[in-house]
């Protein structure tokens, strides 16, 4: 079975702070791919990242940047000074050969002005 | 690239009525999937086409739940009888190559059962 948690619920910042969203995950699989998606009000999921199982280098997009740790399975988000157009719903997704796409919870984060 | 369309945006019926809600994914897009999210919740997976093929259905797609993709093109969700824990937005999502890509996402059909 495959499992992917983001224990925050929720999680409000004022507008340039710094943000980070955790993801862990739990799979048996060697080969897995790791999403991230965020979901503004208008309610579709748009895709931000992809990495695969044998890739652990950190990755910086922007004001986007992804922390994957194999040891701790986790593959958290951070957002550096965030904006009120970052307020939506964060998910952390995994997919295995085996299992189709597993979302986790999502985190809402608002974003103060 | 007109993107994922999903018709309609919302739907509300009555406790056993019969509702059929329509996917056009990206023209290009051989996969597609449909998943259900719940308030505050996930999306989970219900079913995966490839072409015209069902490849693969969740535990979660009752009897009840039907999908189609005649000719590998748009997609369709009936489910009979429905019932409120059925209450729920239904997304779809296509891809183009193979099921490790990114999904592409529609917006979404809302559904109330009262």
């Known amino acids: 079975a495959q499992k992917v948690t983001q224990a925050q619920t929720e999680i409000s910042v004022v507008e340039k702070e710094d943000v980070t969203l955790d993801c862990v995950y ?17 309610g579709e999921l748009v895709f931000l990242i992809r990495r695969n199982s044998f890739d652990e280098q950190n990755e910086i997009s922007g004001r986007y940047s992804w922390n994957f740790q194999k040891s701790t399975s986790s593959f958290n988000f951070t957002i550096t000074a ?16 085996g299992n189709m796409l597993t979302f986790g919870g999502g985190t809402r984060l608002m974003v103060k002005p | 690239d007109t993107g994922v369309s999903q018709n309609p945006r919302h739907k509300i019926t009555k406790r056993g009525q019969n509702v059929t809600f329509r996917c056009d994914p990206i023209s290009e897009h051989n996969r597609l999937y449909w998943y259900r999210q ?15 093929a069902q490849l693969e259905k969740s535990r979660l797609l009752s009897d009840r739940f039907s999908a189609e993709r005649p000719k590998g093109s748009f997609s369709t969700l009936e489910i009979q009888r429905t019932e409120q824990g059925d209450s729920a937005m239904y997304l779809c999502a296509s891809s183009y190559r193979d099921r490790y890509e990114k999904l592409f996402f529609g917006s979404g059909t809302q559904l109330s059962v009262l």
Do not use: I, M
Request: with cysteine.
């Open chain 1, 82 to 97: 965030s904006q009120v157009v970052d307020s939506a719903v964060y998910f952390c997704a995994l997919l295995t050969a």
């Open chain 2, 38 to 52: 719940t308030l505050g919740q996930g999306p989970e997976f219900l079913t995966y086409f490839q072409n015209e």
């Open chain 1, 26 to 42: 739990e799979t048996r699989d060697t080969t897995y791919y790791l999403f991230w998606y965020k979901q503004p009000p208008s």
